[in-house]
Nanobody
């Protein structure tokens, strides 16, 4: 079974930046889709950003376009979410996910909220 461990969350001021990391232990292939999702208190879980397994596609929710960037380092088996220009409404628990099917697109990963999940890391944006 794939183990995912998120880190990098914390308290930041509005307009600040933060980089979340996800260690994808036991991953044996470079062909996997990745995603970041979040859930705020009293709200449904929502997609944030995803990357396709093998086609290089990316998908971003409208509320993070131009501010967040998803990336990976296959050699280190790490997935990242760079978050800039953070807003109070970005406050949530953030989860990473990985899907090992090599045909999964970024859009499918995000819209269908696919994959195996980590334990989450808390991000709080406040003055």
């Amino acid at each position: 079974q794939l183990q995912l461990v998120e880190s990098g969350g914390g308290l930041v001021q509005p307009g600040g930046s933060l980089r979340l990391s996800c260690a994808a232990s036991d991953l044996s292939s470079d062909y996997y889709a990745t995603g970041w999702f979040r859930q705020a208190p009293g709200k449904e879980r929502e997609e944030v950003a995803c990357e396709g397994a093998s086609d290089g596609s990316t998908y971003y929710a409208d509320f993070v376009k131009g501010r967040f960037t998803i990336s990976r380092d296959n050699a280190k088996k790490m997935v990242y979410l760079q978050m800039n220009s953070l807003k109070p409404e970005d406050t949530a628990t953030y989860y990473c996910a990985v899907d090992i099917h090599d045909f999964t697109t970024a859009q499918a990963m995000c819209v269908m909220q696919m994959g195996r999940w980590g334990q989450g890391t808390q991000v709080t944006v406040s003055s």
